[in-house]
């Protein structure tokens, strides 16, 4: 027998909240006024999905909530995690303070603005790739072959979705970096 009574609403308030206001968005997006081409996604596709997903993962953790033969249980929440996180005591200290790396902060700001810099000229899959990289080695990631994979197919994955699936153009570069860009482009279907 489900006790729901038992079931703090508390706990349901921020799932149940922002379920309402994905339901109102959805409701919004449905009214975009737009000339539909045939063959193409319109404006409205994207929010709708990312709406829909919300609305999903909203109702699974109000069922789960209700359902849960152990509903005080501890499953990775993020909701409830702010929620809770706002009760706490933010004067409270910890008994380690966190480590300090403003070398590292300043090497990631360096980076940032050298991707800026040469993203237009080098190309969006080359300068991410090395963006990446960098990124992953100065923030103390070390294993290599996961720095490569991420370096390599973030890019080519970010390339596909954006250039294909959104029809949003990205930087091909100059010269033999828009050759490049051309290439893989043609090799992964987008025109």
């Known amino acids: 027998m489900i006790s729901i009574h038992r079931t703090p609403l508390r706990r349901l308030a921020p799932y149940v909240l922002v ?27 994207w929010p709708k999905l990312i709406l829909a997903l919300l609305l999903i993962v909203c109702t699974c953790e109000i069922l789960r ?9 501890e499953i990775g929440s993020v909701l409830e995690d702010i929620t809770r996180g706002a009760d706490v005591d933010s004067g409270a200290e910890s008994a380690e303070p966190p480590s300090s790396h403003p ?3 300043l090497a990631g700001m360096a980076a940032t603005l050298a991707y800026v810099a040469l993203v237009g000229s080098t190309g969006f899959v080359l300068t ?64």
């Open 103 to 105: 070398w590292r902060l």
């Open 19 to 45: 379920g309402c206001a994905g339901l109102y968005l959805l409701y919004v997006a449905t009214q975009f006024e737009f000339h539909r081409r045939a063959g193409t996604l319109g404006p409205d596709f």
């Open 128 to 191: 991410t790739a090395a963006y990446l990289a960098a990124f992953l080695l100065i923030g103390g990631y070390r294993k290599t072959k996961v720095i490569v994979m991420m370096s390599i197919g973030g890019p080519l994955l970010l390339m596909f979705v954006f250039m294909k699936l959104v029809y949003i153009s990205l930087p091909l570069g100059s010269g033999p970096f828009a050759q490049f860009s051309i290439l893989l482009m043609g090799i992964m279907g987008i025109r």
């Open 65 to 73: 909530i209700i359902f849960a033969k152990n509903p005080d249980s």
